[in-house]
């Protein structure tokens, strides 16, 4: 029996959890915005070491990949639907307190993401 999660089979890697989490935002809802009302949407990252590692078996920060994949989505959808300004909060001051190695890895995951060019279309 295959296991299920959310509705999908379970991804056996993390390339497969990113498919995943591409997948799902090829085909971007249409979804009807009043530009008047919604001009800026504000995002609060949170939960990625623990969907990684709690509820998938995956490395803590192999989390931090799917994020910036979910990322890109978003922003791609929040253009489609005409909303003028986007924000990602993706750091707190608490985060300088990780280990040196995951800070490292993830402010290196950021210039690559900040360099991406499907997301700065977007």
Sequence with gaps: MEERFFGRERPRSVEEWIAQIETTWENIPEFEVDPEKLKHLAIICDGNRRAAKDERGFHSWDGHQAGVEVIKGVAR????????????????????GRDSKQVEF????????????KLLRN
């Design 77 to 96: 959808a929040a253009r489609e639907w005409g909303i003028h300004t986007l924000t990602f909060w993706t750091w707190s001051t608490e985060n300088w």
């Design 106 to 117: 993830i402010m290196k995951l950021a210039a690559k993401g900040l360099n991406d060019k």
